[in-house]
């Protein structure tokens, strides 16, 4: 079934419920409620369902899987062993941070007295350069580490190497046909990588060598549990698929990571962060994450200094944690300030330059625009016109650098690499990417991937969701709401799940917040149906269309409303559904015991 939006702009969703007996199954194999198990039928058709519910770090992939890691641990041990002086290379992400900061900490506390850091910054770039090589070389290092990034930096690689400097690289990013001749390279992405996992986070991946060295030294891997909240960071912050063909490891390193949290451990300058922004530590979700704590981190590196995030997340002194996260937010102030503009200028811009009706790609360009909130910019454009985002920002020495932020429908890393004649550097993943090319090239760009998008996306008619179930009334509850974070955290590759409630009547209908941004309501669940609250968040400008329907049928989540100590089930309305004919609508089935 394929039902569109009553609502402008909003695309259509996709329903196709499981076979009955699947449900019936699941509910007795894995005693969950029957609206648990069409959700699992629905997100797991084949293999085991079950792992969507299961959170023990046992179930992680041993380490020793990692194409690179006996070289690396052997080099490593013997750093340690002769008290060798080691460079950390990060980058300036969450993701780069979160992992140098994860390696510094697990090797001081091996006894490494002569560890540098250095975080890159957006200046400088991704990955090694020039700078640092005449730096390491001349400051006496033996050995180099990579966090995030060094995938592709071939010569440079190549200069630290013949130099007598050995280079340890741990990534993530898609490795080149080339690869850097460094003694180790660690990537899940390597074609002759049989880990199983290619979604790994950076921070996933030095996660795993510090559990295989701590292994191989005698501690057990059980002795980097404590720097689960880091890896829980790097991978929410980088928009990596928490699950992907029923592979669930990212999910469980995510919820042991806030679990971590919860019991009032792990790091310190995150825990102080939480705690400035007013939020609860044993409630903590992944959303939140995503939404409040990681951009302040992330402001770091768009408007202010990359190293005082990796400082924050590395100090053991309470006084200095507090300083370094009233920094950050006032870095982050900066950064929304600077990301409003951008995104005002880039809206107009569209509306003067672009033609909706025939381009498949959004492609920006302007001098000077802020490559620190280009990116941020960039999604802000592809959650509004559900179309691939380009944002370029043209420099006056002759080079551009961009931002680049996609659709599940368009690979855009893939897109980038069918097109590197024009870059001088590019990298990313099917999401999000980036590339410098110079300035001149950026009419040739627009001109080709454009084209390109055209092709690939011939036939896209705007985004195609999936509800996951259909309710019954008398499903909707606080204890299967309870239920459903089972299957949590929720993120990118798995989402909350979605849901159908047809014919809801509508009792009651306002607006409310600041600007009457949002949507209240109240619905009685067909007729003679229990009352239900409505939240939608940023619906407001639908009221009219709602109320001019005698009866709706609602995608929504499954929410939780606290207030004056009292908790109650509420929906959280996703969209509305254009109305279908009465010979389509099926008759709703209670559920099965």
């Excluded at 690179?68 to 750093?79: D, M, T, Y």
């Excluded at 855009?412 to 990417?433: P, S, V, W, Y």
């Excluded at 989540?557 to 969209?575: F, I, P, S, Y």
Aim: glycine letters at 10%; aromatic letters at 6%.
């Amino acid at each position: 079934m394929i039902r569109r939006s009553l609502l402008k702009g909003r695309g259509r969703w996709a329903f196709s419920p499981p076979a009955e007996d699947r449900v019936r199954e699941l509910v007795a194999r894995l005693r969950v409620p029957p609206a648990v198990a069409r959700v699992l039928a629905v997100r797991a058709p084949e293999g085991d369902p079950g792992a969507l519910l299961r959170n023990d770090l046992e179930d992680l992939r041993c380490p020793f899987a990692l194409a690179g890691i006996e070289e690396a641990l052997e080099r490593l041990l013997r750093a340690l062993r002769r008290e060798e002086r080691i460079f950390i290379h990060g980058d300036f992400d969450v993701d780069g941070l979160s992992s140098a900061a994860l390696l510094y900490r697990a090797l001081r506390r091996l006894g490494a007295r002569h560890l540098k850091v250095e975080i890159e910054d957006r200046e400088r770039g991704h990955g090694l350069n020039p700078g640092v090589v005449r730096q390491v070389l001349a400051q006496g290092f033996t050995l180099l580490i990579t966090t995030d990034c060094g995938i592709s930096d071939v010569e440079n690689v190549r200069t630290l190497q013949e130099n007598g400097v050995d280079v340890i690289i741990t990534d993530h990013h898609h490795p080149p046909e080339e690869l850097p001749p460094a003694h180790a390279i660690i990537n899940p992405r390597r074609s002759d990588c049989g880990y199983g996992n290619g979604d790994l986070a950076a921070v996933g991946v030095i996660y795993q060598v510090v559990c295989a060295l701590f292994e191989r030294l005698g501690l057990g891997k059980e002795a980097a549990h404590e720097y689960l909240d880091l890896v829980m960071l790097g991978t929410v912050g980088d928009l990596v698929p928490l699950v992907r063909n029923g592979c669930a490891e990212n999910r469980i390193l995510v919820k042991a990571g806030l679990d971590l949290l919860a019991q009032g451990r792990g790091t310190l300058g995150l825990r102080v962060l939480i705690e400035r922004l007013g939020l609860r530590p044993e409630r903590l979700s992944a959303g939140e994450m995503s939404y409040i704590v990681i951009p302040k981190l992330n402001a770091a590196n768009r408007v202010g200094d990359p190293r005082v995030a990796f400082l924050l997340l590395t100090t053991d002194d309470p006084l200095k944690a507090e300083y370094w996260a009233t920094t950050l937010i006032e870095y982050n102030a900066d950064r929304q300030a600077a990301q409003e503009e951008l995104r005002a200028r880039a809206e107009a811009l569209i509306e003067r330059e672009v033609d909706l009706e025939r381009e498949k790609i959004l492609i920006l360009s302007g001098p000077g625009w802020n490559p620190g909130v280009i990116g941020l910019v960039a999604s802000d454009l592809v959650e509004k016109y559900a179309l691939p985002a380009i944002l370029v920002s043209e420099g006056e020495e002759g080079y551009a650098r961009a931002s680049c932020r996609s659709i599940p429908e368009f690979n855009m890393i893939e897109a980038l690499t069918k097109h590197k004649h024009l870059f001088e550097r590019f990298g990313g993943h099917h999401m999000a990417a980036g590339f410098s090319l110079s300035n001149e090239r950026i009419p040739q760009l627009k001109e080709e991937l454009g084209a390109y998008a055209r092709a690939v996306l011939r036939d896209y008619e705007g985004p195609t969701q999936t509800i996951d179930a259909e309710l019954a009334p008398e499903e909707i509850s606080l204890e299967l709401h309870e239920e459903l974070q089972r299957l949590g955290p929720f993120g990118v590759g798995n989402r909350e799940p979605r849901f159908l409630l047809r014919g809801a009547i509508v009792a009651e209908a306002r607006t409310v917040g600041n600007g009457s941004k949002h949507l209240k309501l109240l619905v009685q669940a067909g007729p003679g149906g229990p009352l239900l609250d409505v939240i939608g968040f940023g619906l407001g400008d639908a009221l009219e269309a709602i109320c001019r329907q005698e009866s709706l049928d609602l995608v929504f989540k499954l929410g939780r409303d606290e207030w004056n100590g009292r908790c109650r089930v509420q929906l959280e309305l996703v969209d509305v559904l254009a109305p279908e004919p009465a010979s389509a609508a099926p008759t709703v089935a209670s559920p099965s015991p």
